[in-house]
């Protein structure tokens, strides 16, 4: 590694640092100031700091590996499919482009493993290891067609410049009239997958995606039509899970 | 060892976006890619990260969320009360100061809020101040887990607060300026970082099966949910205050900014 290249990773160190710095604070501030005692049982001060450091030495490289490896390669190829005008394509990028991040996203893995853990202690599932593990899969499988539908829903809006809140308000419909009809075990993991699939590495791919597609075409306005595509992939997932609830709980 | 599996489940992650980049690459555009051990290298490094980050998962994230929730709602940490007598939501009051703090001590520095608040204050024309803007969102963020905490002590079912909220979101979509609802939708989904959806998650899931008479599947997910959409209420609650303000002042001056 070279000496600039060291001076960068260091900055993405600061910023994974700051990123994780308020919560280490308020938990530190918190136990020694209002719980005042020492850590429960089970919970040993080397493994947390341990913990912590792995997440940020992870993180670190995450985003140091995303920054330089996919996130170039993902605007080059928006902006050539783009300028290329094929429609199909396009769709086939927006789609695949937003599966193939969601089921890399750190954060969905965390939230559908504990997930998987709930539901299975709630019997709606067997409680083995494997019968979670397959749950674990299958939702993040769902959250991620659900952002590949929402991605492609979205270019589709920005190529007919359909207004964005009409889709939205439309969307929280369709996941109301859902929360009626799906199982009550459903709807929190439900509305929490909305929120997960937007974190590292989906918003920034998507945004070039989006950004690219307004600026290419006249009469869109990179900043009013380029950002919708991240409300659609919060909303979409809710939708998806709902039926994905409905479907192997309801019936059976 | 933990680390080797997790390495083995993490290039199975990140193998399709893999897959469907350099598809995409060579069989679509079929054009080399330039730099390409720049490339590779960076796609070896998401793979290392993402297995540290997992690991770091389990031994400090969950474990952290999920120690506060126990601690802050234990029988001799709460205020006495007599045997047989149901607890009073009010007693819970350090649960609503701690996620009110988490929510918006995370949000307030968080990197990508700046850039976003930046963005905004360009398109309103300099009626909506950067600063102003991320006090709104991490307002949001933590009215929302505050909320969102409130709810899996009372035990109220959570569509009621998304019914809820949706309706707001809708009614000020429909009176907020027209070129911040993009931002406004989308500040929603930045609040959420890697770091602290997992901790939210687990104190969520920690509180629901700590306090007697909730269950984790019915009443600890929701958090994230109300987390992501609350900014959206507070951002355009501040565009339509900065709004009206703008106007005000242009009556005084005589000048009509648009």
Request: hydrophobic fraction near 55%.
């Amino acid at each position: 590694m070279s000496f600039s290249n060291a001076l960068i990773f260091l900055g993405k160190l600061k910023d994974s640092l700051r990123d994780l710095l308020p919560v280490v604070l308020v938990v530190g501030i918190f136990q020694v100031a209002v719980v005042q005692k020492p850590l429960p049982e089970g919970v040993s001060l080397v493994d947390l700091t341990l913990g912590l450091g792995f997440v940020i030495v992870g993180l670190t490289f995450f985003v140091q590996g995303l920054q330089q490896g996919l996130f170039p390669l993902g605007e080059g190829l928006a902006r050539e499919l783009v300028s290329r005008g094929s429609a199909f394509w396009l769709f086939v990028f927006a789609f695949t482009l937003g599966f193939g991040s969601t089921i890399a996203e750190p954060a969905l893995i965390a939230v559908a493993g504990q997930a998987a853990i709930m539901v299975s202690q709630s019997g709606l599932i067997e409680a083995s290891e494997a019968a979670q593990a397959t749950f674990a899969v299958t939702l993040r499988l769902v959250v991620a067609v659900a952002v590949g539908a929402a991605v492609s829903l979205g270019v589709l809006r920005i190529l007919k410049g359909w207004p964005l809140h009409l889709i939205i308000i439309g969307g929280y419909v369709i996941v109301l009239i859902l929360t009626l009809l799906a199982p009550a075990e459903i709807v929190g993991i439900a509305y929490d997958s909305g929120g997960v699939t937007t974190s590292t590495i989906t918003v920034p791919l998507v945004t070039a995606l989006g950004v690219g597609l307004a600026t290419a075409i006249k009469g869109r306005n990179p900043v009013l039509d380029g950002f919708g595509l991240i409300a659609f992939a919060s909303v979409m997932p809710i939708i998806f899970v709902l039926v994905f609830g409905i479907v192997a709980f309801e019936g059976g | 060892m933990e680390l080797v599996n997790t390495f083995g489940s993490t290039i199975v992650d990140v193998a399709p976006i893999i897959a469907i980049v350099f598809g995409f690459q060579y069989l679509v555009i079929k054009k080399p890619i330039a730099h390409l051990k720049e490339v590779i290298a960076g796609f070896v490094l998401v793979v290392i990260g993402l297995a540290l980050f997992l690991v770091g998962l389990d031994m400090a994230l969950f474990p952290i969320g999920e120690m506060m929730a126990t601690q802050l709602v234990s029988e001799d940490f709460l205020p006495p009360i007599e045997a047989g007598v149901s607890r009073h939501w009010s007693d819970y009051y350090w649960v609503y100061l701690f996620a009110f703090a988490i929510g918006a001590s995370t949000t307030i520095a968080e990197p990508s809020l700046i850039a976003v608040s930046i963005k905004a204050a360009e398109v309103s024309r300099g009626t909506i101040d950067p600063f102003w803007l991320r006090i709104a969102v991490a307002l949001g963020m933590a009215a929302g887990i505050t909320l969102g905490a409130w709810r899996i002590v009372t035990g109220y079912p959570l569509y009621w607060f998304v019914l809820g909220a949706y309706i707001l979101v809708i009614i000020q979509t429909l009176l907020a300026p027209r070129n911040i609802i993009p931002l406004a939708y989308d500040s929603g989904g930045v609040t959420t970082s890697t770091i602290t959806v997992p901790v939210i998650t687990a104190l969520g899931l920690g509180l629901a099966s700590a306090i007697p008479g909730r269950g984790p599947i019915l009443d600890g997910f929701g958090m994230i949910a109300l987390a992501c959409l609350f900014p959206i209420i507070t951002v355009m609650g501040y565009a339509q205050i900065a709004q009206h303000q703008a106007r005000k002042q242009g009556a005084l001056t005589g000048e009509h900014p648009k």
